[in-house]
């Protein structure tokens, strides 16, 4: 049974993990409190959504097929889309225009950006994301509480449902859901019952003479070029001093690198990015208060506290420390549409440095509409790269483009390294979806006939 210290009994609403990796612990033993849905208590969803054991049960192959074929796609669709408009005080979205959406797209993503071309690991089937080593990564930071929303949503589909599925399903939901494009979603990645092939992935880089490699300095066939990155450093490449360069040149060639490792071209590479950012917002509102405690980190302190901020007290909501960036890249943080790019070209941008402490971009004219709104150097590195800054005009000038490019890049990213159950099947018609020419069946009209044809 749970041993919680004295120290955590004295803060009854803060945190909920236990203090023995090892040893699971009973329902309810983290003196959390409050309810999500379906009669979820948050303490169960915490311990559902973020195993404290290593290995956890997951569906024989066979049972997964049998529940699969049941899964009511339009129920789940449902039960996703209610989420996202709901508030829970466990992890309020009033500083996030009060939508879950912007945070599950940025799961999605996390999730299933870690896949590798070289050698086809990664990406979110097997549900990694919610083990180590993963979900202790920098920039996963605070997605335990996006997987803790979803929690009840899994309980209630049970093995119908795998956790890839939802994390994935749970960002293209949520894009529907503001207007955005995306292609008919498909179910049937298989869970994994622990983080362990994930480890590949995690271990120290080195080159093709098994010299070690400075983090940050990472090659193929490490996926990125710093282990505990999705991506790239958003504040520019790492400097031999350890301090990052907000050059956006730079950052272009390491974005080039980092996404041709994922197997993107220039197209869904500037697609993805900009209308990835065509949602939500970078969470810095403290430069003295950290996001708090990884998970590994937490269960080594023998603490029930995740990444539990404490910037403005409570480091929720409008007080959330995630990246340590700040701000929304568009005035319309929860509605889809090309004005990333359009920011891009029509303002000028200067760099300073955020609340959070950290360089970031602000239109040079105060006066600017876009005055509220900010480009990480990783944004701006889009207008450096001749690829790059072509796709940049055409999607500042005609959304449709956006439209197939991104929709398409979406399912690319989101099916990146899965192997399917049998039983696979398919939205039919996405809700909320563009006329996007290259559906199940279909074949591309117009603009999109250029584009990398989906395998049939
Ligand atoms: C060079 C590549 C990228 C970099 C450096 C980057 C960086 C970041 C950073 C620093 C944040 C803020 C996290 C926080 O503080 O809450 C963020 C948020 C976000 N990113 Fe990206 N990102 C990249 C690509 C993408 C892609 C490809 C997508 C999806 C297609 C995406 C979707 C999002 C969304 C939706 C959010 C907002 C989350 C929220 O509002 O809670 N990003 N990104």
Known sequence: MLQLAASDLKRPTKGCLPTGHRKR???????????????????????????????EKVPTRFQYRRALEKLDIDAVEKD????????????????????????FIRLAWHCSGSYRASDGKGGCSGGRLRFEPERSWDDNTNLDKA???????????????????????????????????????????????SGRKSKILNEPCA???AKKLPNGKCVGPWGT??????????????????????DPKLSATDIKDAFGRMGLNAMETVALIGGGHAFGKVHGACSDHGPGDKPVAALKANSCSIWDGTCGGDGKGPNTVTSGFEGPWTNTPTQWGNDFFKGLLEDKWEKYHGPGGH?????TDRASTRKDTMRLTSDMALL?????????????SDQGALDNAFAHAWTQLTEAGTKWSRAKKCQE???????????????????????PQPAQ
């Open 25 to 55: 612990i009973g329902v309810g033993a983290c003196p959390i409190t409050g309810m999500l849905s379906d009669g979820v208590s948050v303490s169960e969803a915490i311990e559902g959504a973020n195993p404290f054991t290593r290995t």
């Open 80 to 103: 996703i889309k209610d989420l996202m408009h709901r508030n829970y005080s466990y992890w309020p979205n009033h500083g996030d225009y009060d939508h879950y959406g912007p945070f």
């Open 147 to 193: 997987r803790t929303l979803l929690y009840p949503i899994k309980k209630k589909y049970g093995n119908a449902l795998s956790w890839g599925d939802l994390y994935t399903f749970a960002g293209t939901a949520a894009i529907q859901d503001m207007g955005g494009p995306t292609k008919p979603f498909c179910f049937g990645r298989v869970d994994e019952n």
């Open 207 to 209: 080159d093709s003479n």
């Open 225 to 246: 070029t710093t282990v505990g990155l999705i991506y790239v450093n958003p504040e520019g490449p790492i400097g031999a001093d350890g301090k990052s360069r907000p």
């Open 359 to 363: 360089y970031q971009w602000r239109t």
């Open 384 to 396: 450096e790269d001749p690829a790059y800054k072509a796709m940049v005009d055409l999607f500042a």
């Open 429 to 451: 018609i996405p809700t909320n979806s563009f006329s996007i020419g290259n559906g199940v069946g279909q074949a591309p009209t117009g603009w999109a006939a250029w584009m």
